[in-house]
């Protein structure tokens, strides 16, 4: 029966496994195009065996020095596109959202938090999250967030057992392995040292606050010392992991340029701060309002990692958008414990059977079901997306979000030159139109710079010196959005001639 019966964690996973493969979000989360040369990447890098240096997809830039930092994760995503197309990419994305909420809901159970709570609590994350629900590797950070704060927590929480403290010590040394896939897989791997960092202070802070005045307090103090030294340590062996990657020490010098740039920060939409008229980023709120009333409420037992933790999760949501995922999941990890104790006290007719349920759930382990739909998903997946005469999945780039028909327009026709299309179509055209033709700029904003983006919000915008941009950089054809101010002034141009028109884009060539 612990093997065979799914626990509510179990059910969470298979609902939102199905939910996300079999129905139009799988089309949402192909909604960032940046995903086509995630993919391409890959396929270059399984073929050539070796990582790319160079760019290899731009006309203005070909052949400059590339930081493809997320390798690991693009040779994952083109085998996967290989051997099930885009199915195959939505399905990893899928499994990994997956495993991330139903985890966290397993992991409050655990903690103590009633089933009602975690159930209600998990799905307000989840619901806040959906404002990043795409194909990109930042989901990958979701999954190590969340198992670096499971080491971390439980090694504050029970590494103070003397029958804990060995495998605890196990756990916290699992970290540097880590370290070793998330550097290789997203650049969200610095999360993990601003969580090492908070469990570090909180360990200081209780080594140094403590007097030796109560014998218990004296061992407090003494564990509380050797755990800090113990972080520190690890912390150390972590920070050398990060430099096993393609291009060690530069690694750091190219991200601290990127998030240093004020111009690329304040002009990429995902660095910018929620928009809280969205229903998300509602949800986003009410998880922040909820985390500072349980400090509140409880301030008295709360630990200065948790205190640190809330204080980290919403300066970092409200600074940026793209955030807004994992400091859902922190602020859901640390307000819900504090909160169980009170709402375990409020009685209702439902509550027998909620303690009953969390009694089962405790003891199902086996997790079977997740991992048969996991596997029969792929094989779904790799079969076209059919079982049987039923179609299941078709995940695809969908229209309007993307110029699908406008590009298979280009693709039937001649061998274009270089292509202009703005950034966020850019990812696409690589994943449709590589190696015959190449773009002109995409949505790698680190690798293109501040220079050159400059020109090219100058031209998609068609402010004053507009053609500039166009003659310096040899563009041969033009496919920017329908109605858009750059395609109304190249519909009056004598230079340019207009070869397609739909309601989503309008394709321009040079006239001869």
């Not at 619901?127 to 194909?135: E, I, N, Q, T």
Request: aromatic residues 12%.
């Amino acid at each position: 029966m612990r093997v065979l019966l799914p626990s509510v964690g179990d059910l969470i996973f298979l609902a939102m496994l199905a939910t996300l493969l079999c129905t139009p979000l799988s089309t949402k989360l192909l909604g960032d195009g940046g995903i086509g040369w995630h993919i391409r990447t890959g396929q270059i890098i399984a073929v050539t065996h070796a990582i790319p240096r160079v760019d290899l997809f731009s006309s203005t830039m070909n052949g400059r020095p590339w930081f493809a930092w997320e390798w690991l994760y693009d040779l994952t995503v083109g085998q996967l596109e290989r051997a099930a197309g885009l199915n195959g990419v939505v399905w990893l994305t899928a499994l990994t959202i997956a495993l991330v909420f139903s985890w966290t809901f397993r992991l409050l159970v655990r903690r103590g938090v009633s089933l009602a709570l975690a159930l209600g609590l998990v799905l307000l994350a989840a619901s806040a999250s959906m404002v990043h629900f795409l194909a990109r590797p930042h989901v990958m950070s979701w999954l190590f967030t969340l198992v670096w704060f499971w080491i971390l927590d439980t090694n504050e929480l029970d590494g103070l057992g003397a029958d804990s403290g060995v495998k605890q010590n196990r756990k916290l040394w699992s970290l540097p392995l880590l370290m070793l896939v998330w550097v290789n897989v997203h650049g969200g791997f610095l999360v993990g040292f601003a969580l090492l960092g908070i469990y570090w202070a909180s360990a200081a802070y209780t080594w140094a606050r403590l007097r030796e005045t109560r014998w218990e307090d004296a061992m407090v103090k003494l564990r509380a010392r050797s755990r800090a030294k113990q972080l520190f340590i690890v912390g150390v062996f972590t920070l050398l992991a990060t430099f096993f990657n393609p291009y060690g020490w530069r690694l750091y010098a190219h991200i601290y340029q990127y998030l240093s740039n004020r111009f690329l920060i304040d002009h990429i939409d995902e660095f910018q701060s929620p928009n809280f008229h969205g229903v998300a980023e509602r949800c986003f709120a009410a998880l922040m309002l909820i985390a500072l009333v349980a400090l509140a409420a409880c301030v008295r037992r709360v630990r200065v990692s948790e205190g640190l933790i809330v204080l980290f999760a919403v300066y970092s949501g409200l600074y940026a958008v793209r955030n807004v995922p994992v400091s859902s999941l922190l602020l859901v990890l640390v307000a819900e414990p504090l909160l169980g104790p009170r709402m375990s006290r409020l009685r209702s007719p439902l509550s027998g059977f909620w303690v009953r349920m969390k009694h089962i759930e405790l003891n199902l382990n086996g997790h079977f079901w997740p991992i048969v739909g996991a596997v029969a998903a792929f094989s779904i997946a790799a079969n076209g997306g059919n079982t049987g005469s039923k179609h299941l999945m078709d995940a695809h780039f969908g229209s309007p979000r993307f110029p699908v028909e406008a590009v298979n327009h280009l693709e039937a026709g001649k061998s274009w030159g270089p292509i202009l299309a703005p950034d966020y179509w850019g990812g696409y055209l690589i994943y449709r139109l590589y190696p015959k033709t190449r773009v002109v700029v995409d949505d790698r904003h680190d690798f293109y710079g501040e220079d050159f983006l400059r020109d090219y919000v100058t031209t998609i915008h068609a402010e004053r010196g507009w053609e500039k941009f166009l003659t310096e950089h040899n563009v041969c054809c033009i496919l920017v959005p329908q109605g858009s101010a750059v395609a109304n002034i190249l519909a009056l141009s004598r230079d340019w001639k207009e070869i397609y028109r739909d309601d989503v884009a309008v394709a321009f060539d040079k006239s001869q």
